[in-house]
């Protein structure tokens, strides 16, 4: 159980162009989902933490206009990178909690998807 | 605010050698702490966990992790290592918030 999926695994994008990332819970609620950057060879950066219903909560240094996202359901959230660069291309992260995350409720990860902007 | 420090960015050993990888954290509230595996170009796997109990925790493939509050720390280990252990490996610390702080990981490699 508990199995988070992302599409696509792998994106590769004109400069300019948007692209959309989908995250999905497959056999639980997600009352909550983090979207997270990971450069190469370095760690997971939280980008934003969004709840099913309400404005997503983005982390210092983040561009809200340039990384939309959108907590639609309770199985699904999006990130769309606006007007890409090449700057952006990186590996996305996604995860997800069933439960208030402060009582120690597992987060689940997706498998990420690999975006390269050319 | 809380801080995760791994360690030795990476670990060499050989096949059924000990694994040892270190961990830090720093909180000013009672932790929770988390180690998980990251194969390339795939997400992340929860090995396992330390919320309240007991502080040492088992988890998978063998792994465990031993909570010291008066040392800070978390240090993942494994008796024998196997060449599938070979992997990038988080430790996380979650205290008092939504947010999870992520280390900056350690590669660890495994000789035949």
């Known amino acids: 159980g508990a199995v988070v999926s992302q599409h696509p695994s792998r994106v590769i994008c004109k400069s300019g162009t948007s692209v959309k990332i989908e995250c999905r819970s497959l056999d639980f609620q997600a009352t909550t989902m983090f979207w997270y950057r990971q450069f190469p060879k370095k760690s997971l950066m939280l980008m934003a933490t969004s709840n099913e219903g309400s404005k997503a909560t983005y982390e210092q240094g983040v561009e809200k206009d340039k990384f939309l996202i959108n907590h639609a359901s309770l199985t699904l959230s999006t990130l769309t990178v606006t007007s890409a660069h090449p700057e952006d291309s990186s590996f996305y992260i996604c995860?997800?909690?069933?439960?208030?995350?402060?009582?120690?409720?597992?987060?689940?990860f997706g498998p990420g998807t690999r975006l390269t902007v050319l | 605010a809380q801080s995760v420090t791994q360690l030795g960015s990476h670990v060499s050993v050989s096949e059924g050698a000990l694994v040892l990888l270190r961990c830090n954290y720093s909180s000013s509230v009672p932790p929770y702490l988390f180690w998980y595996v990251q194969y390339p170009n795939q997400g992340l796997q929860l090995l396992l966990k330390?919320?309240?109990?007991?502080?040492l925790v088992k988890g998978i493939n063998g792994f465990e992790a031993e909570f010291k509050k008066s040392e800070t720390s978390f240090h993942l280990t494994k008796p024998s290592a196997h060449m599938s252990d070979a992997a990038e490996y988080f430790c996380a610390v979650r205290a008092g918030g939504f947010k999870t702080i992520f280390g900056a990981g350690t590669r660890l490699f495994v000789k035949a």
């Open positions: 995860s997800a909690s069933w439960g208030p995350i402060v009582s120690g409720w597992e987060q689940f």
């Open positions: 330390y919320t309240t109990g007991a502080t």
